[in-house]
């Protein structure tokens, strides 16, 4: 653990960050030509450590231009203030500084989060983020119930009934539902229908992906 103002040297070298900045954003990848504030990189931080966890880079442009960094402490200060007051539970981060030449780039490791989801908290109200290939999103409910399901302690528990079945008869014959199709078609509140889904992604039995901004369930690929 480091102190804050205290940024230790990346270990990646200037030739490896090039080819890091080449590949272009993406799920794990995040960059930020300069950070004006804690509320505007939170989003970011919610967003990486509710997926896999990634990067961030300080100093780079969006068409992948490095830019460099003005003042590292201060780009540094405003990430821990977003990582630390306005992420719940707070995110572990991990700056390192790159120096190239006549500029210096700030790399932020953004560890998955133990405990999900990751909030943000700004006027009063909460939201939470994920990375939807090179965009962090507001994560949908089925997400978040996803995410609280998955690092729960409880046991998973799912009944199979009439309902059920349908939902398997459908999926065998159509490949995709919603939340919103199997509510409607199933005639169960919307709720319900997310809870089941939900509780058969997590026994393995479906997969769940994004389009469009909108859960959707399929059979996984192991059953």
Known sequence: ?????????????????RILIDRGENVH???KK???????IAREISALANTQGGLILVGVADNGAIVGIRDFYEEEHWIQEAAGRLCRPKVEIHPELIHLQDKDVLL????EAPSKPVYVRQKG??????????????????????MR????????????????????????EYGEITVRSYSDLAAIPIRQASSTLVALVNAGVLSMFNRDREEVFCFSKTV
Not at 149 to 172: N, V
């Open 29 to 31: 990848v995040e960059f």
């Open 125 to 146: 109200r909460r939201t939470a983020y994920v990375r939807l290939e090179d965009e962090s999103v507001t994560a949908t409910l089925d997400a978040i119930r996803l």
């Open 1 to 17: 653990m480091y102190s804050e103002g205290e940024i230790p040297k990346s270990l990646l070298s200037p030739h490896d960050l």
């Open 34 to 40: 300069t950070i004006p504030s804690p509320e505007k």
């Open 108 to 111: 932020v490791r953004i560890d």
């Open 149 to 172: 399901s998955a690092t729960s302690q409880a046991p998973l528990s799912f009944e199979y009934g009439e309902k059920e079945q349908f939902l398997f008869r459908y999926l065998h």
